[in-house]
């Protein structure tokens, strides 16, 4: 997968290629969590999955529900970083675009 450019932002293939560092490093991390992570719950989202392999989305999605993370938000014309524990739904968008990035 390519980075989309809009119009008001010019990714340079350097960019591009730090991003997809990052996106592999998330994917990693939530593997890492996921196989770190042992309780029913986690026994029952494997128990979903044929063989038992949860798909690298799907653990990406998992840490970024239980984990808070830190998000940017622009405000009074300064970027800050808070810290958020994103809703599963939410959680569930961003890792497919972090494992759309890594692929």
Do not use: W
């Amino acid at each position: 997968a390519t980075i989309v450019e809009d119009s008001a932002t010019n990714i340079t293939p350097q960019e591009e290629r730090r991003a997809r560092l990052a996106a592999n490093c998330c994917v990693t991390l939530g593997k890492a969590h996921c196989a770190a992570v042992h309780t029913e719950g986690d026994l029952l989202l494997m128990s979903l999955y044929e063989r038992g392999s949860v798909p690298e989305e799907r653990q990406l999605a998992q840490m970024l529900y239980e984990v808070p993370h830190h998000i940017a938000k622009v405000s009074m014309g300064k970027e800050v970083f808070f810290l958020q524990q994103a809703s599963m739904p939410k959680a569930e968008e961003l890792a497919a675009s972090i494992k759309a990035l890594a692929d």
